[in-house]
Every structure is written in structure tokens, then in C-alpha cells.
């Protein structure tokens, strides 16, 4: 009996200290910046560039976006990237592979393409759907971080 009431504390104390995605919040930023711009930016505030693994997150991205009153069809970093081996994207704020949660991925039907070998960095919010787009690095767009809630 000592055993499993044991197990149960400790399975307990381990989910409480694993951050959910109910426990992260968003803000955006109307500050047009370049990507490494943006990320720098989110850590310099404590967060992260925002990372949107599923669709509940996506979500609650777009409905923050939505919610600033900025104009949501200008593009906003995410901090998907495949710069430095082209066609493997990561969550760069996380370190994990694009689609390793379920296989959640939200591109637009002819993304990514890479037109023109430099389109490195991932947006959302250009269209109404608010699907995802690659982009070069270097253009600047509004973005988004996220942080965890204590």
C-alpha cells in the first residue's frame, strides 16, 4: 500500500511541474522586426518566440493576434525555422522538430516552397486562415511570444 501511495505522489509531483499547454499566454508585438530580431526580443522579455505545436495552440495564437486589434494580415513570426538544413523544420523557441506533436502542421497548400533558396523562417497570418508560410529571415513582420504561467 506504501508502494503505490508512493508511485501516486510522485507521478503527481512530476505532471505538476511539466508545463502544459494550458499554461502558456501570448503577446504580440506590432513592432515590425527581422526573425532573430523577434527572438531575441521574446527572451529579452522572459518568453520565447511563440511555437505553435497544435491546434489548440494555433488557436489561441490567432485569437491573441485577433484580440491586440493589429492588423492581423501583415505576418507574424513564429519561431519555425529551417535555416541551416533546408526541409527540416524545428521549433527553434523549443528545440523540437515541426510536427513531432501528432504530426500538427498548419501550411498553406503550396508551402514551404523556399522560392528563390531563402525562405527560411515561418508567418502566419497573412491570409485569413491564418495558415503558415516560409519567408526569408530578413523581411520583417510582427511576431509573437509566449511564456509559461507560474
Not at 527572451?43 to 494555433?58: D, F, K, P, R, V
Not at 501583415?74 to 523549443?94: K, N, P, V
Request: hydrophobic content about 40%.
Amino acid at each position: 500500500m506504501n508502494t503505490a501511495l508512493t508511485v501516486v505522489v510522485i507521478v503527481t509531483i512530476v505532471a505538476l511541474s511539466l508545463p502544459t499547454t494550458l499554461a502558456l499566454r501570448y503577446t504580440v508585438h506590432n513592432t515590425k522586426v527581422q526573425f532573430f530580431e523577434a527572438w531575441t526580443q521574446c527572451i529579452n522579455n522572459g518568453g520565447y518566440l511563440a511555437s505553435s505545436e497544435t491546434a489548440y495552440e494555433q488557436a489561441a495564437i490567432v485569437s491573441a493576434i485577433q484580440k491586440s486589434g493589429a492588423p492581423s494580415s501583415e505576418g507574424w513570426w513564429l519561431s519555425g525555422t529551417d535555416e541551416g538544413m533546408e526541409g527540416s523544420w524545428i521549433w527553434l523557441s523549443r528545440n523540437v522538430p515541426v510536427a513531432i506533436v501528432g504530426g500538427y502542421t498548419n501550411w498553406a497548400s503550396t508551402e514551404p516552397n523556399n522560392v528563390g533558396g531563402a525562405e527560411n523562417c515561418l508567418i502566419t497570418g497573412i491570409d485569413s486562415s491564418f495558415k503558415w508560410y516560409d519567408k526569408p529571415c530578413d523581411n520583417t513582420y510582427y511576431y509573437v511570444c509566449e511564456y509559461y504561467s507560474a
